[in-house]
């Protein structure tokens, strides 16, 4: 089994930034690929970014040139920052590893931010 745990996360105004945190234990061999997603009440759980094993980013277009993901020293931890943030960023976030073998999600994160 693969354990999630995710950190950061809270209130924040607009135009302010904030840190997540996940860290994967358990059953993992080498460097996985990760990902933050986020799902905001009424809407579907949406992709926000990722990284492959060999350090690939993607992002959302919604969030390119503000998000920045990356593994933290630690193989299996990454972070997201999150810059100039804005109200329709408000979601629960969750952290993410999908491989052949693995799918596993964190309980998530509560990310608000007031206009």
């Known amino acids: 089994q693969v354990q999630l745990v995710e950190s950061g996360g809270g209130l924040v105004p607009a135009g302010g930034s904030l840190r997540l945190s996940c860290a994967a234990s358990g059953s993992i061999v080498g460097v996985v690929p990760m990902a933050w997603y986020r799902q905001a009440p009424g809407k579907q759980r949406e992709l926000v970014a990722s990284?492959?094993?060999?350090?690939?980013?993607v992002y959302a277009d919604s969030v390119k040139g503000r998000f920045d993901i990356s593994r933290d020293g630690a193989k299996n931890t990454v972070i997201l920052r999150m810059n100039s943030l804005k109200p329709e960023d408000t979601a629960v976030y969750y952290c993410n590893v999908r491989t052949a073998l693995i799918m596993a999600w964190g309980q998530g994160t509560q990310v608000t931010v007031s206009s």
């Open positions: 990284i492959s094993s060999v350090g690939n980013t």
